[in-house]
Protein backbone atom coordinates (compact mmCIF):
# COMPACT_ATOMS: atom_id res chain seq x y z
CA UNK A 1 0.00 0.00 0.00
CA UNK A 2 2.92 2.04 1.18
CA UNK A 3 4.82 1.32 -1.92
CA UNK A 4 1.73 2.50 -4.38
CA UNK A 5 1.14 5.66 -2.54
CA UNK A 6 4.81 6.62 -3.06
CA UNK A 7 4.76 5.27 -6.58
CA UNK A 8 1.98 7.43 -7.00
CA UNK A 9 3.53 11.09 -6.02
CA UNK A 10 6.68 10.40 -7.72
CA UNK A 11 4.42 9.68 -11.14
CA UNK A 12 2.41 12.84 -10.58
CA UNK A 13 5.76 15.03 -8.91
CA UNK A 14 6.86 13.87 -12.79
CA UNK A 15 3.71 15.00 -14.72
CA UNK A 16 3.58 18.21 -12.76
CA UNK A 17 7.38 18.71 -13.28
CA UNK A 18 7.31 17.63 -16.94
CA UNK A 19 4.34 20.61 -17.33
CA UNK A 20 6.12 23.41 -15.85
CA UNK A 21 8.82 22.86 -17.72
CA UNK A 22 6.41 23.27 -21.17
CA UNK A 23 4.52 25.84 -19.69
CA UNK A 24 5.94 28.50 -21.74
CA UNK A 25 4.03 26.50 -24.68
CA UNK A 26 0.68 26.93 -23.24
CA UNK A 27 -1.55 25.18 -26.65
CA UNK A 28 0.11 22.05 -25.93
CA UNK A 29 -1.07 21.78 -22.61
CA UNK A 30 -3.84 19.73 -21.38
CA UNK A 31 -6.24 20.75 -18.62
CA UNK A 32 -7.82 18.13 -16.93
CA UNK A 33 -10.67 19.01 -13.84
CA UNK A 34 -10.89 16.08 -11.70
CA UNK A 35 -13.45 16.09 -8.51
CA UNK A 36 -11.63 15.83 -5.69
CA UNK A 37 -14.35 13.76 -3.19
CA UNK A 38 -11.50 12.18 -1.51
CA UNK A 39 -8.39 13.85 0.51
CA UNK A 40 -5.99 14.62 -2.27
CA UNK A 41 -3.60 11.70 -1.88
CA UNK A 42 -5.89 9.37 -1.86
CA UNK A 43 -7.41 10.57 -5.23
CA UNK A 44 -4.05 10.91 -6.93
CA UNK A 45 -3.89 7.90 -5.87
CA UNK A 46 -7.19 6.46 -7.13
CA UNK A 47 -6.32 7.71 -10.34
CA UNK A 48 -3.12 6.81 -10.99
CA UNK A 49 -2.83 4.49 -13.91
CA UNK A 50 -5.45 6.96 -15.54
CA UNK A 51 -3.19 9.89 -15.45
CA UNK A 52 -0.05 7.62 -16.40
CA UNK A 53 -1.79 6.08 -19.14
CA UNK A 54 -2.58 9.84 -20.38
CA UNK A 55 0.71 11.19 -20.01
CA UNK A 56 2.49 8.41 -21.86
CA UNK A 57 0.14 8.53 -24.82
CA UNK A 58 0.16 11.90 -25.02
CA UNK A 59 3.55 12.71 -25.00
CA UNK A 60 3.20 15.81 -27.03
CA UNK A 61 0.95 17.07 -24.57
CA UNK A 62 1.43 18.43 -21.29
CA UNK A 63 -1.30 17.22 -18.42
CA UNK A 64 -2.38 20.07 -16.10
CA UNK A 65 -4.54 17.94 -13.56
CA UNK A 66 -6.82 20.22 -10.78
CA UNK A 67 -8.63 18.82 -8.51
CA UNK A 68 -11.63 20.64 -7.32
CA UNK A 69 -14.86 20.45 -5.64
CA UNK A 70 -18.66 20.57 -7.32
CA UNK A 71 -18.42 24.42 -7.50
CA UNK A 72 -14.52 24.88 -8.42
CA UNK A 73 -15.18 22.35 -10.89
CA UNK A 74 -18.43 24.17 -12.85
CA UNK A 75 -16.52 27.66 -12.34
CA UNK A 76 -13.76 26.27 -14.25
CA UNK A 77 -16.10 24.91 -17.38
CA UNK A 78 -17.61 28.23 -17.44
CA UNK A 79 -14.76 29.76 -17.31
CA UNK A 80 -13.07 27.58 -20.47
CA UNK A 81 -10.41 26.50 -18.54
CA UNK A 82 -10.82 22.73 -18.99
CA UNK A 83 -10.40 20.48 -21.64
CA UNK A 84 -11.61 17.01 -19.50
CA UNK A 85 -13.58 16.69 -16.66
CA UNK A 86 -13.52 13.78 -14.15
CA UNK A 87 -16.66 13.73 -12.21
CA UNK A 88 -19.41 11.32 -10.69
CA UNK A 89 -22.24 10.81 -12.50
CA UNK A 90 -24.73 12.92 -10.79
CA UNK A 91 -22.82 16.01 -11.39
CA UNK A 92 -22.41 14.95 -15.16
CA UNK A 93 -25.88 15.00 -15.67
CA UNK A 94 -26.38 18.43 -13.56
CA UNK A 95 -23.58 19.97 -15.65
CA UNK A 96 -24.90 18.29 -18.99
CA UNK A 97 -28.36 20.79 -19.18
CA UNK A 98 -25.73 23.51 -18.76
CA UNK A 99 -22.51 22.98 -20.54
CA UNK A 100 -21.69 21.35 -23.81
CA UNK A 101 -20.00 17.90 -22.23
CA UNK A 102 -19.67 14.47 -24.18
CA UNK A 103 -18.40 11.35 -22.60
CA UNK A 104 -15.66 9.48 -23.98
CA UNK A 105 -15.35 6.46 -21.40
CA UNK A 106 -16.78 4.98 -18.24
CA UNK A 107 -15.04 3.81 -15.90
CA UNK A 108 -15.79 0.29 -15.18
CA UNK A 109 -14.93 -1.50 -12.31
CA UNK A 110 -14.08 -4.84 -13.57
CA UNK A 111 -15.70 -6.93 -10.31
CA UNK A 112 -19.08 -5.49 -11.40
CA UNK A 113 -21.00 -7.38 -14.24
CA UNK A 114 -23.01 -5.45 -15.37
CA UNK A 115 -20.73 -2.50 -15.94
CA UNK A 116 -24.20 -0.24 -15.38
CA UNK A 117 -24.23 -1.33 -12.01
CA UNK A 118 -21.64 0.20 -10.34
CA UNK A 119 -22.28 3.17 -7.80
CA UNK A 120 -24.53 3.13 -4.98
CA UNK A 121 -24.96 4.12 -1.59
CA UNK A 122 -25.01 2.65 1.97
CA UNK A 123 -26.65 3.72 4.72
CA UNK A 124 -24.22 2.18 7.66
CA UNK A 125 -25.08 2.06 11.62
CA UNK A 126 -22.92 0.71 14.38
CA UNK A 127 -23.90 -3.26 14.35
CA UNK A 128 -24.34 -2.81 18.07
CA UNK A 129 -27.57 -0.99 16.77
CA UNK A 130 -29.69 -4.27 15.90
CA UNK A 131 -33.26 -2.96 15.44
CA UNK A 132 -32.14 -0.48 12.38
CA UNK A 133 -32.76 -2.88 9.79
CA UNK A 134 -35.09 -1.24 7.20
CA UNK A 135 -35.67 2.88 6.13
CA UNK A 136 -38.67 2.89 8.08
CA UNK A 137 -36.23 2.14 11.45
CA UNK A 138 -35.12 5.45 10.51
CA UNK A 139 -38.02 7.18 12.13
CA UNK A 140 -36.38 9.40 15.37
CA UNK A 141 -32.82 8.59 14.10
CA UNK A 142 -30.09 11.32 13.73
CA UNK A 143 -28.57 10.90 10.55
CA UNK A 144 -25.15 12.14 8.68
CA UNK A 145 -24.06 12.49 5.00
CA UNK A 146 -21.06 13.99 3.00
CA UNK A 147 -23.49 16.73 1.45
CA UNK A 148 -26.98 16.90 -0.24
CA UNK A 149 -25.87 16.86 -3.54
CA UNK A 150 -23.24 14.27 -2.78
CA UNK A 151 -24.36 11.64 -6.00
CA UNK A 152 -22.83 8.44 -4.34
CA UNK A 153 -24.09 9.81 -1.07
CA UNK A 154 -27.82 11.32 -0.02
CA UNK A 155 -28.96 11.95 -3.34
CA UNK A 156 -29.07 8.09 -3.96
CA UNK A 157 -30.53 7.37 -0.53
CA UNK A 158 -32.92 10.51 -0.34
CA UNK A 159 -34.35 8.65 -3.81
CA UNK A 160 -34.89 5.21 -1.73
CA UNK A 161 -36.38 7.36 1.09
CA UNK A 162 -38.86 8.50 -0.80
CA UNK A 163 -39.05 5.45 -3.31
CA UNK A 164 -39.90 3.57 0.35
CA UNK A 165 -42.41 6.31 0.99
CA UNK A 166 -40.61 7.48 3.87
CA UNK A 167 -41.35 11.14 4.48
CA UNK A 168 -37.57 11.81 5.60
CA UNK A 169 -38.22 15.56 6.17
CA UNK A 170 -40.61 15.02 9.02
CA UNK A 171 -39.49 11.67 10.44
CA UNK A 172 -35.27 11.85 10.55
CA UNK A 173 -34.79 13.42 14.37
CA UNK A 174 -32.02 15.09 12.35
CA UNK A 175 -29.80 15.47 9.05
CA UNK A 176 -26.59 16.22 8.81
CA UNK A 177 -24.05 17.17 6.21
CA UNK A 178 -19.97 16.80 7.03
CA UNK A 179 -18.33 17.78 3.97
CA UNK A 180 -15.42 15.98 2.31
CA UNK A 181 -13.32 13.88 2.91
CA UNK A 182 -16.17 11.04 3.88
CA UNK A 183 -14.46 8.95 6.26
CA UNK A 184 -15.25 11.33 9.03
CA UNK A 185 -19.01 10.44 8.51
CA UNK A 186 -17.60 7.10 10.49
CA UNK A 187 -15.72 9.21 12.57
CA UNK A 188 -19.23 10.34 13.83
CA UNK A 189 -20.76 7.16 14.05
CA UNK A 190 -18.15 5.85 16.30
CA UNK A 191 -18.31 9.17 18.54
CA UNK A 192 -22.28 8.23 18.71
CA UNK A 193 -22.55 11.97 17.01
CA UNK A 194 -25.09 10.10 14.49
CA UNK A 195 -27.17 7.09 14.55
CA UNK A 196 -26.28 6.40 10.63
CA UNK A 197 -24.31 7.16 7.95
CA UNK A 198 -24.45 7.73 4.34
CA UNK A 199 -21.74 6.30 2.56
CA UNK A 200 -20.19 5.55 -1.25
CA UNK A 201 -20.77 1.90 -1.49
CA UNK A 202 -17.35 0.16 -1.89
CA UNK A 203 -15.66 2.75 0.47
CA UNK A 204 -16.13 0.80 3.62
CA UNK A 205 -15.17 -2.32 2.08
CA UNK A 206 -11.59 -0.24 0.55
CA UNK A 207 -11.22 1.55 3.65
CA UNK A 208 -11.45 -2.63 5.61
CA UNK A 209 -9.00 -3.63 3.17
CA UNK A 210 -6.49 -0.74 4.19
CA UNK A 211 -7.04 -1.98 8.07
CA UNK A 212 -8.79 1.16 8.25
CA UNK A 213 -11.96 0.06 9.78
CA UNK A 214 -13.07 -3.35 11.38
CA UNK A 215 -16.31 -4.69 8.71
CA UNK A 216 -18.04 -6.72 11.65
CA UNK A 217 -18.43 -2.93 13.71
CA UNK A 218 -21.35 -1.81 11.37
CA UNK A 219 -24.30 -2.82 9.75
CA UNK A 220 -26.30 -1.51 6.88
CA UNK A 221 -29.34 -0.76 7.36
CA UNK A 222 -32.20 -1.20 4.18
CA UNK A 223 -29.38 -3.55 2.51
CA UNK A 224 -30.12 -4.59 -1.15
CA UNK A 225 -29.31 -7.71 -2.46
CA UNK A 226 -27.38 -7.57 -6.36
CA UNK A 227 -25.70 -10.57 -7.41
CA UNK A 228 -21.95 -10.01 -8.73
CA UNK A 229 -22.23 -6.45 -6.79
CA UNK A 230 -19.12 -6.96 -4.46
CA UNK A 231 -20.00 -3.76 -2.23
CA UNK A 232 -22.34 -3.45 0.50
CA UNK A 233 -25.21 -1.36 -0.21
CA UNK A 234 -28.57 0.41 0.23
CA UNK A 235 -29.64 2.29 -2.87
CA UNK A 236 -29.97 1.28 -6.12
CA UNK A 237 -26.63 0.80 -8.22
CA UNK A 238 -25.91 3.40 -11.52
CA UNK A 239 -23.29 3.63 -13.98
CA UNK A 240 -19.70 4.67 -12.73
CA UNK A 241 -18.15 7.88 -13.58
CA UNK A 242 -17.99 9.73 -16.72
CA UNK A 243 -14.96 10.50 -18.69
CA UNK A 244 -16.28 13.63 -20.09
CA UNK A 245 -14.63 16.53 -22.92
CA UNK A 246 -15.93 19.81 -23.38
CA UNK A 247 -17.63 21.11 -26.50
CA UNK A 248 -14.88 23.60 -26.96
CA UNK A 249 -12.23 20.25 -26.93
CA UNK A 250 -9.62 20.15 -29.87
CA UNK A 251 -11.79 16.67 -31.28
CA UNK A 252 -8.35 15.10 -32.60
CA UNK A 253 -6.83 15.75 -28.63
CA UNK A 254 -10.45 14.03 -27.55
CA UNK A 255 -9.94 11.38 -29.65
CA UNK A 256 -6.37 10.54 -28.81
CA UNK A 257 -7.55 10.40 -25.12
CA UNK A 258 -10.16 8.10 -25.68
CA UNK A 259 -7.75 6.03 -27.35
CA UNK A 260 -5.09 6.30 -23.99
CA UNK A 261 -8.31 5.63 -21.82
CA UNK A 262 -9.39 2.62 -23.50
CA UNK A 263 -6.08 1.19 -23.69
CA UNK A 264 -5.15 1.73 -20.20
CA UNK A 265 -5.05 -1.26 -17.99
CA UNK A 266 -4.61 -1.32 -14.42
CA UNK A 267 -1.16 -2.06 -13.07
CA UNK A 268 -0.71 -4.96 -11.30
CA UNK A 269 -1.01 -5.02 -7.59
CA UNK A 270 -3.34 -1.51 -7.75
CA UNK A 271 -5.94 -1.07 -4.90
CA UNK A 272 -9.01 0.08 -7.31
CA UNK A 273 -8.33 -2.19 -10.38
CA UNK A 274 -10.25 0.15 -12.17
CA UNK A 275 -10.26 0.52 -15.88
CA UNK A 276 -11.88 2.54 -18.83
CA UNK A 277 -15.07 1.18 -21.02
CA UNK A 278 -17.19 2.50 -24.47
CA UNK A 279 -19.08 5.46 -22.82
CA UNK A 280 -22.11 3.78 -20.85
CA UNK A 281 -25.88 5.33 -20.91
CA UNK A 282 -26.18 8.01 -18.02
CA UNK A 283 -30.04 7.50 -18.32
CA UNK A 284 -30.64 5.87 -15.36
CA UNK A 285 -29.33 9.01 -13.58
CA UNK A 286 -31.39 11.16 -15.84
CA UNK A 287 -34.51 9.13 -14.36
CA UNK A 288 -33.40 9.56 -10.43
CA UNK A 289 -32.55 13.37 -11.35
CA UNK A 290 -35.98 13.28 -12.47
CA UNK A 291 -37.66 12.09 -9.53
CA UNK A 292 -35.81 14.07 -7.20
CA UNK A 293 -35.91 16.74 -9.32
CA UNK A 294 -32.45 17.53 -9.62
CA UNK A 295 -30.15 19.47 -12.00
CA UNK A 296 -31.96 19.75 -15.31
CA UNK A 297 -35.14 18.40 -13.48
CA UNK A 298 -34.72 21.08 -11.32
CA UNK A 299 -37.22 23.10 -12.28
CA UNK A 300 -39.92 20.48 -12.90
CA UNK A 301 -42.61 21.21 -10.80
CA UNK A 302 -43.52 17.94 -8.42
CA UNK A 303 -46.70 18.12 -8.92
CA UNK A 304 -47.02 19.56 -12.69
CA UNK A 305 -50.84 20.48 -13.21
CA UNK A 306 -50.05 22.38 -9.90
CA UNK A 307 -47.56 23.95 -11.14
CA UNK A 308 -49.45 24.49 -14.30
CA UNK A 309 -52.14 26.08 -12.53
CA UNK A 310 -50.03 27.74 -10.77
CA UNK A 311 -47.95 29.13 -13.66
CA UNK A 312 -50.92 30.19 -16.01
CA UNK A 313 -53.27 31.05 -13.20
CA UNK A 314 -54.49 34.53 -14.74
CA UNK A 315 -55.13 33.07 -17.65
CA UNK A 316 -57.08 30.55 -16.33
CA UNK A 317 -58.98 32.69 -14.15
CA UNK A 318 -59.54 34.58 -16.99
CA UNK A 319 -61.14 31.48 -18.89
CA UNK A 320 -62.73 31.11 -15.27
CA UNK A 321 -64.48 34.30 -15.87
CA UNK A 322 -65.57 33.79 -19.54
CA UNK A 323 -66.77 30.15 -18.98
CA UNK A 324 -68.68 31.69 -16.07
CA UNK A 325 -70.00 34.87 -17.88
CA UNK A 326 -70.68 32.21 -20.77
CA UNK A 327 -73.01 29.65 -18.37
CA UNK A 328 -74.37 33.11 -16.98
CA UNK A 329 -75.40 34.04 -19.73
CA UNK A 330 -76.66 31.33 -20.75
CA UNK A 331 -78.72 30.84 -17.43
CA UNK A 332 -80.27 34.71 -17.96
CA UNK A 333 -80.81 33.87 -21.48
CA UNK A 334 -82.93 30.59 -19.94
CA UNK A 335 -84.74 32.38 -17.46
CA UNK A 336 -85.44 35.10 -19.67
CA UNK A 337 -87.19 32.84 -22.18
CA UNK A 338 -88.78 31.05 -19.54
CA UNK A 339 -90.26 34.52 -18.39
CA UNK A 340 -91.40 35.28 -22.55
CA UNK A 341 -92.79 32.02 -22.62
CA UNK A 342 -94.61 32.73 -19.08
CA UNK A 343 -95.83 35.78 -20.26
CA UNK A 344 -96.78 34.54 -23.53
CA UNK A 345 -99.13 31.79 -22.22
CA UNK A 346 -100.45 34.57 -19.48
CA UNK A 347 -101.35 36.97 -22.37
CA UNK A 348 -102.83 33.26 -24.85
CA UNK A 349 -105.11 33.09 -21.73
CA UNK A 350 -106.38 36.55 -21.12
CA UNK A 351 -106.56 36.72 -24.46
CA UNK A 352 -108.36 33.52 -24.46
CA UNK A 353 -110.87 35.07 -21.38
CA UNK A 354 -111.01 38.04 -23.26
CA UNK A 355 -112.52 35.91 -26.25
CA UNK A 356 -114.80 34.14 -23.84
CA UNK A 357 -116.02 37.65 -22.44
CA UNK A 358 -116.67 39.43 -25.99
CA UNK A 359 -119.04 35.76 -26.40
CA UNK A 360 -120.94 36.48 -23.12
CA UNK A 361 -120.97 39.82 -24.02
CA UNK A 362 -122.47 39.81 -27.33
CA UNK A 363 -124.56 37.13 -26.20
CA UNK A 364 -125.77 39.15 -23.50
CA UNK A 365 -126.60 41.75 -26.36
CA UNK A 366 -128.43 39.53 -28.27
CA UNK A 367 -130.55 38.36 -25.33
CA UNK A 368 -130.55 42.09 -24.39
CA UNK A 369 -132.51 42.53 -27.77
CA UNK A 370 -134.64 39.44 -27.72
CA UNK A 371 -135.50 40.80 -24.77
CA UNK A 372 -136.21 44.03 -25.22
CA UNK A 373 -139.14 42.74 -28.22
CA UNK A 374 -140.24 40.18 -25.74
CA UNK A 375 -140.92 42.50 -23.43
CA UNK A 376 -142.88 44.60 -26.06
CA UNK A 377 -144.56 41.65 -26.93
CA UNK A 378 -145.57 40.59 -23.54
CA UNK A 379 -146.74 44.45 -22.42
CA UNK A 380 -149.77 43.94 -24.62
CA UNK A 381 -151.26 40.85 -23.33
CA UNK A 382 -150.01 41.86 -19.41
CA UNK A 383 -152.13 44.78 -19.88
CA UNK A 384 -155.32 42.42 -21.11
CA UNK A 385 -154.52 40.23 -18.96
CA UNK A 386 -155.36 43.38 -16.00
CA UNK A 387 -157.87 44.96 -17.90
CA UNK A 388 -160.07 41.39 -17.79
CA UNK A 389 -159.08 40.87 -13.87
CA UNK A 390 -160.02 44.19 -12.99
CA UNK A 391 -163.58 44.01 -15.13
CA UNK A 392 -164.11 40.32 -13.81
CA UNK A 393 -162.72 41.91 -10.27
CA UNK A 394 -165.55 45.12 -10.17
CA UNK A 395 -168.06 42.40 -12.10
CA UNK A 396 -167.62 40.30 -8.89
CA UNK A 397 -168.44 43.47 -6.57
CA UNK A 398 -171.69 44.07 -7.72
CA UNK A 399 -175.00 42.82 -5.89
CA UNK A 400 -176.23 40.12 -8.37
CA UNK A 401 -172.46 38.37 -8.57
CA UNK A 402 -172.13 38.17 -4.82
CA UNK A 403 -174.75 35.11 -5.49
CA UNK A 404 -172.75 33.27 -7.08
CA UNK A 405 -170.98 30.23 -5.54
CA UNK A 406 -167.75 31.56 -4.25
CA UNK A 407 -167.99 34.77 -5.68
CA UNK A 408 -165.77 35.92 -2.58
CA UNK A 409 -163.25 33.49 -3.46
CA UNK A 410 -163.22 34.59 -6.86
CA UNK A 411 -162.69 38.22 -6.33
CA UNK A 412 -159.58 37.52 -4.24
CA UNK A 413 -158.39 35.66 -6.55
CA UNK A 414 -158.93 37.96 -9.51
CA UNK A 415 -157.22 40.81 -7.24
CA UNK A 416 -154.32 38.83 -7.08
CA UNK A 417 -154.01 38.21 -10.79
CA UNK A 418 -154.09 42.09 -11.40
CA UNK A 419 -151.28 42.28 -8.88
CA UNK A 420 -149.52 39.42 -10.06
CA UNK A 421 -150.01 40.84 -13.54
CA UNK A 422 -149.35 44.45 -12.62
CA UNK A 423 -145.72 42.75 -11.04
CA UNK A 424 -144.71 41.50 -14.11
CA UNK A 425 -145.78 44.18 -16.30
CA UNK A 426 -144.07 46.80 -13.89
CA UNK A 427 -141.03 43.97 -14.15
CA UNK A 428 -141.36 44.10 -17.64
CA UNK A 429 -141.20 47.87 -17.87
CA UNK A 430 -137.87 48.05 -16.00
CA UNK A 431 -136.41 45.46 -17.84
CA UNK A 432 -137.50 47.66 -20.83
CA UNK A 433 -136.02 50.86 -19.62
CA UNK A 434 -132.67 49.48 -17.82
CA UNK A 435 -132.47 47.73 -21.57
CA UNK A 436 -132.52 51.12 -22.96
CA UNK A 437 -130.59 52.28 -20.12
CA UNK A 438 -133.51 54.50 -19.08
CA UNK A 439 -133.12 56.30 -15.18
CA UNK A 440 -134.78 54.37 -12.80
CA UNK A 441 -137.35 55.35 -11.12
CA UNK A 442 -136.59 56.01 -7.10
CA UNK A 443 -138.74 56.33 -4.02
CA UNK A 444 -138.44 55.93 -0.28
CA UNK A 445 -139.33 52.52 0.41
CA UNK A 446 -140.62 50.41 3.66
CA UNK A 447 -137.78 47.52 3.78
CA UNK A 448 -140.48 44.84 5.15
CA UNK A 449 -142.80 45.88 2.54
CA UNK A 450 -140.49 45.10 -0.20
CA UNK A 451 -139.78 41.81 1.50
CA UNK A 452 -143.21 40.89 2.17
CA UNK A 453 -144.04 41.55 -1.07
CA UNK A 454 -141.52 39.54 -2.43
CA UNK A 455 -142.35 36.64 -0.74
CA UNK A 456 -146.26 37.24 -1.69
CA UNK A 457 -144.72 36.93 -5.37
CA UNK A 458 -142.95 33.69 -4.26
CA UNK A 459 -146.12 32.49 -2.32
CA UNK A 460 -147.56 29.31 -4.76
CA UNK A 461 -144.06 28.42 -5.27
CA UNK A 462 -143.31 27.61 -1.54
CA UNK A 463 -146.60 25.84 -1.16
CA UNK A 464 -145.49 23.81 -4.08
CA UNK A 465 -142.33 22.96 -2.94
CA UNK A 466 -143.61 22.85 0.32
CA UNK A 467 -141.23 25.64 1.28
CA UNK A 468 -141.44 27.00 5.22
CA UNK A 469 -140.84 30.10 5.48
CA UNK A 470 -138.96 31.92 9.04
CA UNK A 471 -139.10 35.76 9.19
CA UNK A 472 -136.58 37.82 11.44
CA UNK A 473 -136.83 41.25 11.59
CA UNK A 474 -135.14 43.46 13.28
CA UNK A 475 -137.55 46.35 14.64
CA UNK A 476 -137.21 50.04 14.15
CA UNK A 477 -135.76 49.91 10.82
CA UNK A 478 -135.60 53.01 8.62
CA UNK A 479 -136.61 53.48 4.99
CA UNK A 480 -134.57 53.05 2.21
CA UNK A 481 -134.64 54.35 -1.18
CA UNK A 482 -134.44 52.36 -4.23
CA UNK A 483 -136.88 51.06 -7.40
CA UNK A 484 -139.13 49.11 -5.91
CA UNK A 485 -139.36 46.62 -8.77
CA UNK A 486 -135.40 46.49 -9.34
CA UNK A 487 -135.13 45.66 -5.49
CA UNK A 488 -137.86 43.22 -5.95
CA UNK A 489 -136.11 41.75 -8.72
CA UNK A 490 -133.37 41.08 -6.66
CA UNK A 491 -135.20 39.47 -4.15
CA UNK A 492 -137.27 37.63 -5.51
CA UNK A 493 -134.27 35.82 -7.25
CA UNK A 494 -132.59 35.06 -4.37
CA UNK A 495 -135.36 33.57 -3.12
CA UNK A 496 -135.98 31.29 -5.98
CA UNK A 497 -132.47 30.61 -6.03
CA UNK A 498 -132.62 29.11 -2.45
CA UNK A 499 -135.82 27.10 -3.22
CA UNK A 500 -134.73 25.29 -6.05
CA UNK A 501 -131.33 24.19 -3.48
CA UNK A 502 -133.76 22.94 -1.35
CA UNK A 503 -135.35 20.83 -3.78
CA UNK A 504 -133.93 17.54 -3.09
CA UNK A 505 -134.13 18.14 0.59
CA UNK A 506 -136.79 16.30 2.96
CA UNK A 507 -139.98 18.32 3.25
CA UNK A 508 -138.73 18.47 7.11
CA UNK A 509 -135.44 20.65 5.74
CA UNK A 510 -137.12 22.54 3.42
CA UNK A 511 -136.98 26.05 6.03
CA UNK A 512 -136.45 29.58 4.25
CA UNK A 513 -135.05 32.01 6.75
CA UNK A 514 -135.78 35.52 5.97
CA UNK A 515 -134.39 38.80 7.76
CA UNK A 516 -133.49 41.98 7.99
CA UNK A 517 -131.41 43.86 9.81
CA UNK A 518 -130.50 47.18 10.91
CA UNK A 519 -126.56 47.43 10.66
CA UNK A 520 -123.96 50.00 11.25
CA UNK A 521 -123.57 52.22 8.17
CA UNK A 522 -126.28 50.12 5.99
CA UNK A 523 -129.49 47.87 5.95
CA UNK A 524 -128.95 44.09 4.83
CA UNK A 525 -131.67 41.61 3.72
CA UNK A 526 -130.59 38.01 3.87
CA UNK A 527 -132.07 34.58 2.83
CA UNK A 528 -130.39 32.10 4.13
CA UNK A 529 -131.28 28.04 3.00
CA UNK A 530 -130.41 24.80 4.24
CA UNK A 531 -129.57 23.23 1.11
CA UNK A 532 -126.66 21.81 -0.73
CA UNK A 533 -124.55 24.96 -0.44
CA UNK A 534 -122.23 26.60 -3.18
CA UNK A 535 -119.40 24.47 -5.01
CA UNK A 536 -115.83 26.11 -5.29
CA UNK A 537 -116.68 25.97 -9.14
CA UNK A 538 -120.17 28.36 -8.05
CA UNK A 539 -118.37 30.30 -5.48
CA UNK A 540 -115.74 31.58 -8.32
CA UNK A 541 -118.22 31.89 -11.20
CA UNK A 542 -121.55 32.86 -9.49
CA UNK A 543 -121.65 36.43 -10.83
CA UNK A 544 -120.53 35.20 -14.16
CA UNK A 545 -123.33 35.68 -17.10
CA UNK A 546 -124.88 32.57 -18.03
CA UNK A 547 -123.09 30.18 -15.18
CA UNK A 548 -125.48 27.89 -14.39
CA UNK A 549 -125.08 24.27 -12.53
CA UNK A 550 -128.93 24.00 -13.33
CA UNK A 551 -130.70 22.11 -16.19
CA UNK A 552 -133.08 24.81 -16.64
CA UNK A 553 -131.10 27.81 -15.84
CA UNK A 554 -129.86 30.48 -17.11
CA UNK A 555 -127.06 31.93 -15.14
CA UNK A 556 -128.16 35.21 -15.46
CA UNK A 557 -129.90 35.84 -12.33
CA UNK A 558 -127.23 36.65 -9.63
CA UNK A 559 -124.95 38.44 -12.72
CA UNK A 560 -128.46 40.78 -13.23
CA UNK A 561 -129.34 41.20 -9.33
CA UNK A 562 -125.42 42.38 -8.79
CA UNK A 563 -125.83 45.34 -11.59
CA UNK A 564 -128.86 46.47 -9.94
CA UNK A 565 -127.53 46.23 -6.25
CA UNK A 566 -124.37 47.76 -7.73
CA UNK A 567 -127.02 50.59 -9.15
CA UNK A 568 -128.51 51.03 -5.96
CA UNK A 569 -124.77 51.66 -4.21
CA UNK A 570 -125.49 48.11 -2.23
CA UNK A 571 -123.62 44.92 -2.12
CA UNK A 572 -124.94 41.44 -3.16
CA UNK A 573 -122.62 38.48 -1.16
CA UNK A 574 -123.71 35.03 -1.14
CA UNK A 575 -121.37 32.65 1.18
CA UNK A 576 -121.43 29.01 2.57
CA UNK A 577 -122.73 29.02 5.89
CA UNK A 578 -120.90 26.81 8.51
CA UNK A 579 -124.36 24.74 9.43
CA UNK A 580 -124.73 24.20 5.29
CA UNK A 581 -126.70 25.85 2.61
CA UNK A 582 -126.30 29.44 1.41
CA UNK A 583 -126.91 32.87 3.16
CA UNK A 584 -127.55 35.41 0.65
CA UNK A 585 -126.85 38.78 1.86
CA UNK A 586 -127.95 42.04 -0.30
CA UNK A 587 -126.88 45.49 1.72
CA UNK A 588 -128.16 48.78 0.68
CA UNK A 589 -126.74 52.54 2.20
CA UNK A 590 -129.00 54.53 4.70
CA UNK A 591 -130.38 57.76 3.55
CA UNK A 592 -131.56 60.37 5.67
CA UNK A 593 -135.22 60.96 5.44
CA UNK A 594 -137.28 64.03 7.46
CA UNK A 595 -139.03 61.38 9.37
CA UNK A 596 -138.74 57.82 9.95
CA UNK A 597 -141.51 55.55 9.76
CA UNK A 598 -141.73 53.01 12.44
CA UNK A 599 -142.97 49.38 11.25
CA UNK A 600 -144.02 46.63 13.03
CA UNK A 601 -142.15 43.22 12.04
CA UNK A 602 -144.89 40.55 10.86
CA UNK A 603 -144.86 37.54 11.75
P1 LIG B 1 -129.52 30.17 -12.44
O1 LIG B 1 -130.37 30.19 -11.21
O2 LIG B 1 -130.27 30.37 -13.73
O3 LIG B 1 -128.56 29.04 -12.49
P2 LIG B 1 -128.16 32.34 -11.13
O4 LIG B 1 -127.23 33.39 -11.63
O5 LIG B 1 -129.29 32.82 -10.31
O6 LIG B 1 -128.59 31.49 -12.36
O7 LIG B 1 -127.32 31.34 -10.26
C1 LIG B 1 -126.11 30.84 -10.76
C2 LIG B 1 -125.70 29.59 -10.00
O8 LIG B 1 -125.38 29.93 -8.65
C3 LIG B 1 -126.75 28.54 -9.86
O9 LIG B 1 -126.84 27.70 -11.02
C4 LIG B 1 -126.30 27.77 -8.65
O10 LIG B 1 -125.31 26.81 -9.00
C5 LIG B 1 -125.64 28.81 -7.81
N1 LIG B 1 -126.53 29.25 -6.74
C6 LIG B 1 -127.17 30.45 -6.63
N2 LIG B 1 -127.86 30.50 -5.46
C7 LIG B 1 -127.62 29.34 -4.81
C8 LIG B 1 -128.07 28.77 -3.55
N3 LIG B 1 -128.90 29.45 -2.72
N4 LIG B 1 -127.64 27.53 -3.20
C9 LIG B 1 -126.79 26.84 -4.03
N5 LIG B 1 -126.35 27.32 -5.22
C10 LIG B 1 -126.81 28.54 -5.61
Redesign the pocket.
Known sequence: MKTSIFKGSLVLFCVFFSMGLLAENPSSRVHLGVLAWRDAPSLQQGWQTTLQALEEQLPEYHLKVHWLDLQELEQAIAGQELDFVLTNPGHYVDLSSRYLLAPLASLQNPSVDPPQQAIGSVVVALSSRGELNDWQDLRGQRLAAVSPDAFGGFQLVQDALEQADFPWQEELASLQFSGFPMEQLLGWLDAGRVDAVVLRSCLLESLAEAGAVELSAYRVVAEQKQADYPCLHSSRLYPDWPFLRLGSTNPELARQVTLALLSSYPQKGEVDGYQWTAPLSYQPVYELFERLRLGPFADFPKNPVLAFVQQHRYWLLAALLLVLAVFGHDLRAGYLIRKKTQELKAAEITARQKQQEMIHLSRFALMGELTAGLAHELNQPLTAIINYARGSERYLQQPGAQQLPQAQQLQKAMGKIVRQAEQAAATIKNLRSFLRKESPEWQELEPLTLMEEALEFMEAHFRQEAVTVIRDYSSDLPRIRGNPVQLLQILI?LLA??V??MHDNSSAERRLQVGCQLLEGYLEFQVA?C????STE?LNH?FTPF????EQ???????LSLSLATAHQGQLT?ENQPQGG?L?RLRLPLYTFAAKMRHKPSQ
Open positions: NNADADGEGLALFTTKGMGLGLKLVA
